[in-house]
């Protein structure tokens, strides 16, 4: 789970300062960005009710994972949110929008380890989605990543992630990262950063190369990384020492509590 929120903190100076250099450093301005704050909401909405849903019951659910992010946002107000999200969380009524930004994708690891089944995965994400990014490219990008999360923490090999993921999004995910590298600019629309994330994952040998590979594409550094990272760890289930030590100390008591608490009981149980 501390993948995805690693990868965001070590990705977040670069979303600023781009780069294409794998051999970026660690910068000490890094920090955590609301792809941390929004994954720790859904970490909290799915610690306060992890039940199981049936299609019928994803508007109530979405509504648990809309409060939340409403949350969090009131909580961490200057986490670099993007407009749109922001007028959302903003809004005295809840309203559907139609985003297909990357945001939904960001924030939906936490959903492909508390679920046992990938069919409750994906109603899950799907309701995680209805409020802010009901739209069906930013829905099938944030299955791709929870779904990656579930094949990957139990036991799928790469070609498997890989064809669940273009059967989600629609595309094939063939292009290297070296390709990737002369023609990625910052976007935030789902098609143009999740897909070269996922990518960043299939091609590392490791958690540090999935997220040095997401953020040396030059994109939204943060925001890729935080999703290469996040299946990263499910794959790997290792990240190391150094990274631990860079990246602990930059999100605050709030955000520990929440992550250690869903750690406990769906993870490390």
């Known amino acids: 789970m501390v993948g995805a929120i690693y990868g965001d903190i070590i990705g977040s100076y670069y979303e600023v300062h781009s780069t294409k250099n794998y051999d970026f450093e660690f910068n000490r301005n890094s920090t955590f960005t609301d792809d941390t704050v929004l994954l720790t909401a859904v970490c909290k909405a799915i610690l306060a009710d992890h039940s199981d849903i049936s299609v019928f019951d994803q508007k109530r659910r979405a509504f648990e994972y809309a409060v939340q992010y409403k949350t969090f946002y009131r909580r961490y107000p200057h986490a670099g949110y993007g407009s749109m999200f922001i007028s959302w969380a903003k809004d005295t009524e809840l309203t559907i929008q139609h985003s297909y930004g990357n945001g939904a994708a960001m924030r939906v690891i936490p959903i492909g380890y508390a679920y046992n089944t990938l069919k409750q995965v994906l109603l899950q994400t799907k309701a995680s989605c209805f409020y802010t990014h009901d739209h069906p490219e930013a829905i099938a990008g944030a299955k791709a990543v929870s779904g990656s999360v579930w094949l990957a923490r139990n036991g799928k090999n790469k070609e498997e992630i890989k064809q ?15 390709e ?13 950063s999740v897909p070269p994330a996922i990518i960043s994952f299939l091609e590392s040998t490791d958690y540090e190369s999935a997220v040095r590979n997401a953020v040396s594409l030059g994109g939204d550094a943060d925001t890729m990384a935080c999703i290469a990272g996040g299946i990263a760890e499910a794959y790997y289930k290792f990240i190391p020492k150094n990274i631990h030590s860079f990246c602990s100390s930059k999100t605050d008591s709030t955000i520990k509590s929440v992550v250690k608490d869903f750690t406990e009981q769906f993870i490390s149980k």
């Open 180 to 192: 990737l590298r002369n023609i990625i600019v910052f976007d935030s629309r789902t098609k143009y």
């Open 164 to 178: 669940f993921c273009e059967k989600q999004l629609g595309l094939k995910l063939n292009t290297s990262i070296k």
